[in-house]
């Protein structure tokens, strides 16, 4: 059973488009993330909510809009979308605030702007 | 501005060798450093965390140690295997953040 899953996998779309993730954890967490990796294979902090409460807005664009529903679930949401927005984009959780915790991964979805 | 540096260049090592990847950092002071596996096409996965105040810390074959004088961790793989290839990445939070800042990973292949 995925502990924190994502979907799509694969997202191929057009600039100017509007496209959206979404991300679900069963590990009963209190904090979500996305994260995104760019070719460079960097990986960026985005947005983090703790118990639906957004704590993490890093300077990302408006363009991307968090929501996060419940605490298990925070979907991304990214509006008129640029060539410089494709990469892979991660969704991850943490048992909760603790700056010691652990964090758990989806897979990744990886964003193609063409 | 705050800077975390890994080994860029791929590290290919001898099975049955130790592997000894490098966290290096600037303008920063973490609290916490975690390093993490990840496999292409999948996401990170949890290695392990040590503390500012921990000097070393292991599981199984894994070690970690963590100097905030010379500012650098080293992440060791004893007695590698060719299933430790993958890319490894260190990732430093601070104490007064909720955030971890992640290096950009050295890529290991343990040759057979």
């Known amino acids: 059973d995925t502990a924190v899953s994502q979907t799509p996998k694969y997202l191929v779309t057009q600039m100017g488009n509007d496209k959206s993730i979404k991300c679900e954890q069963n590990l009963g967490h209190d904090t979500m993330y996305w994260y995104k990796q760019d070719s460079k294979k960097f990986l960026k902090i985005m947005f983090s909510y703790n118990n639906k409460e957004l704590i993490i807005n890093e300077t990302v664009p408006n363009r991307f809009s968090p929501k996060s529903p419940d605490k298990a679930h925070l979907n991304l949401h990214i509006n008129s979308l640029e060539l410089g927005d494709s990469a892979v984009y991660f969704c991850a959780s943490s048992q909760d605030l603790a700056r010691d915790g652990e964090l758990f991964f989806g897979e990744g979805s990886r964003l193609t702007v063409l | 501005s705050q800077k975390i540096e890994q080994n860029s260049e791929a590290l290919n090592i001898q099975e049955g060798k130790t592997a000894t990847l490098t966290c290096n950092y600037t303008?920063?002071?973490?609290?916490?450093l975690q390093w993490y596996r990840q496999d292409p096409g999948r996401g990170p996965v949890f290695l392990l965390l040590i503390r500012e105040n921990e000097k070393e810390k292991r599981k199984e074959r894994l070690k970690v140690t963590f100097d905030t004088t010379l500012k650098q961790s080293l992440f060791h793989i004893t007695a590698s295997q060719p299933a430790d290839s993958a890319t490894y990445l260190c990732a430093l939070g601070g104490s007064g953040t909720y955030k971890y800042i992640f290096g950009t990973g050295t890529r290991l292949k343990v040759l057979a």
């Open positions: 303008n920063y002071s973490p609290a916490y």
